[in-house]
């Protein structure tokens, strides 16, 4: 797959398994110390597993580095306005196609 794709097939296919291996992962050692996983906080849940590493290199992997807070309004802004685009277009489509 990465000699013959291009370099973002095989980047989204290994974040995607990535990601699979850390939730499994973060249930497992929940499970062992009798807790509850929430997916929605996954790095939270990696972070009190008792594995300071782990959670640093899953931070890593997803690119979720601390940024300041004006790059990280920057991002939340951008995030709703294609959003936004993107609920748009879809409003558009259904009227041109199914109505």
Known sequence: ?????????PAHYMQ????????????TKTETQNTKLD????IRALKTTQQPKTHQETIQI?????EDAEETRKNIEKTKQIIKKLRTERKQMIKRHVG
């Open 1 to 9: 797959l990465i000699a013959e794709a291009p370099p973002a097939e």
């Open 16 to 27: 995607n398994t990535l990601i699979t291996i850390m939730e499994n992962y973060a249930w």
């Open 62 to 66: 997803l690119n979720l580095q601390e």
């Open 39 to 42: 997916l929605t906080t996954l």
